[in-house]
């Protein structure tokens, strides 16, 4: 079945440490995206890609890093300079980012602090 | 960036229709109305989308109004399974040109047996 995948499931980060939720689609779809949800809150957007190698900050990329090498795959990493990232985390893709095609989301990463 | 606003939380009998109203007060020509719902834990789930026609598929109906400040998802006959928050989102072009979803803080909906 196609899907996206984000791993894993909880995730915990001591103060300081830099940690990187992993998201992989198998949908062949250039369009990648993360958001970030908070108790009771719609998703923000962290950064987006629209193609391999090529990446854009969102609303609220500070203390968030991307890369984006391969189609398939979109990890973000919280650095430690994200001093609240106990959050949700959601990773989604689309077929072409400049297509109104909706997006398919993964089963998100839930991040707490220890 | 246009919102949208929604009401905190709704209840509607098994089996009636659910009609979960959206206001989009500032949505620009270029931008669509989306309709996802979430269940606890999980991601979103598409559901319907549109830009000024009314629009119907095998889950719903989405009716927006003449002016496109406002539209309302409908669930035909709701059942227990169709409880879960559901959002209302505008779909805004970037200038990098991908389309961007802005959300909402959504409805709950509680589907009563």
């Known amino acids: 079945d196609g899907g996206i995948t984000q791993s894993p499931k909880y995730l915990f980060r001591k103060e300081g440490q830099n940690v990187t939720l992993s998201c992989e689609q198998n949908?062949?779809?250039?369009?990648m995206y993360w958001y970030r949800q908070d108790p009771g809150q719609g998703l923000r957007l962290i950064y987006y890609?629209?193609?391999?190698?090529?990446?854009q900050k969102g609303d609220i990329a500070e203390g968030y890093s991307v890369s984006r090498e391969k189609k398939e795959s979109f990890p973000l990493t919280v650095t430690s300079a994200q001093k609240n990232p106990t959050a949700f985390y959601l990773c989604?893709?689309?077929?072409?980012?400049?297509?109104?095609?909706?997006?398919?989301f993964g089963d998100g990463t839930r991040l707490s602090i220890l | 960036d246009a919102k949208t606003t929604q009401p905190t939380s709704m209840d509607c009998a098994e089996g009636r229709a659910a009609n979960l109203p959206c206001n989009h007060s500032t949505i620009s020509g270029n931008e669509y109305v989306y309709w996802y719902r979430q269940i606890h834990s999980q991601g979103p789930q598409y559901i319907i989308h549109?830009?000024?026609n009314n629009e119907t598929n095998e889950m719903a109906s989405l009716i927006i109004t003449e002016d496109r400040k406002s539209s309302t998802l409908i669930l035909p006959h709701a059942t227990l399974r169709d409880t879960a928050v559901y959002y209302c989102i505008v779909s805004r072009l970037t200038t990098s040109g991908t389309y961007k979803y802005i959300f909402g803080t959504g409805t709950r909906l509680k589907v009563l047996a």
């Open positions: 989604a893709s689309s077929p072409q980012g400049g297509s109104n095609q909706p997006q398919h």
């Open positions: 890609s629209q193609i391999v190698n090529d990446f």
């Open positions: 549109g830009l000024k």
């Open positions: 949908l062949n779809h250039d369009a």
